[in-house]
């Protein structure tokens, strides 16, 4: 049963975007719904980056439509543009967190005070009520005792799940990630893995621009492959990683069968024997 219109969280219509010359998005169409975990993939220079970002128009699209909750962000057409003021567009933007490969946190400022900035700031959440929000937010990422750190006294893992929950103390109604774990050493990648997953667990409707298969095929409720800025292939991880009907896609997928990172749960159901027929052996 299609979902309704409701529970359409964000919406993406026609998007496209070039860079000089070089078309990195060529009419992209996809719909988010709530809950809904989407990983995007693909090769790099495929688009899936750039989608992310005009999602919530870090970068903004030379055509097309952005909706968020029903209310357009973003509307270009040959014969129309949608222009919002400035509040309006803070007001429809604040709906989404962002998470970047690089933590983009304030190095002179403590966890603390890089979580409490824009509720305060933004939302003018009393100081008070900020900093508990924010002490609840870092122990639900497992860092309960890191408020009074700077950013350097703390790795790379402990940092971006400091940006999550900084990302989180505005409420965003959905959350974008940008290769949230790109920049970390393999061994801290699972504690941020970990923390996302328990987003999921919560229900909280997610993008994740990824490269770790494994964890899109673990934790997606719909993977969209990115080819040449186009959505090349779309559906369940299971249906689409497995048994990848696109060669372009089942070339991408081929190449990281040899790495760790996707000796998981997609390399142990790819090697899994077909299961037996109820007559078989007898």
């Keep these: 049963m299609a979902a309704a219109s409701s529970d359409i969280v964000l919406s993406v219509r026609g998007i496209e975007k ?5 078309r990195v998005l060529r009419g992209v169409d996809l719909d988010v719904h709530r ?7 693909g090769a790099s220079g495929s688009g899936k980056t750039s989608l992310l970002r005009c999602m919530n128009l870090l970068l903004e699209p030379d055509r097309g439509e952005v ?8 509307r270009r057409t040959d014969a129309q543009r949608l222009n919002l003021s400035s509040r309006e567009m803070a007001a429809v933007r604040i709906k989404t967190g962002m998470v970047f490969q690089n933590f983009n946190l304030f190095p002179h400022r403590t966890a603390l005070e890089n979580i409490i ?4 700031m933004v939302k003018k959440t009393p100081r008070a009520q900020a900093e508990e929000n924010a002490r609840d937010l870092l122990a639900r990422m497992g860092l309960p005792d890191a408020g009074h750190k700077y950013p350097s006294q703390l790795s790379g893992g402990q940092q971006q799940r400091v940006a999550i929950a900084r990302a989180l ?3 965003p109604t959905i959350m974008l990630f940008d290769e949230p774990t790109s920049a970390l050493d393999p061994q801290l990648v699972g504690e941020v893995l970990a923390a996302i997953r328990q987003l999921a667990a919560e229900g ?12 899109a095929y673990e934790l997606a ?3 969209v492959f990115m080819d040449e800025g186009v959505v090349a292939a779309s559906g369940h991880p299971h249906d689409l990683l497995l048994s990848a009907s696109n060669p372009r896609l089942a070339a991408f997928v081929g190449r990281f069968k040899e790495q760790a990172r996707l000796l998981g749960p997609l390399a142990a159901a790819q090697a899994a024997p077909e299961p037996a027929s109820p007559t078989q052996g007898h």
């Design 117 to 120: 900035e824009a509720p305060v």
């Design 18 to 22: 070039s860079f000089g010359q070089q």
């Design 221 to 223: 409720d719909r993977v």
């Design 204 to 215: 909280m409707t997610m993008v994740i621009v990824t490269h770790e298969i494994g964890f």
């Design 35 to 41: 809950g809904e975990v989407v990983c995007l993939i």
């Design 169 to 171: 103390a505005m409420q």
């Design 67 to 74: 909706v968020i909750e029903g209310t357009p962000l973003f």
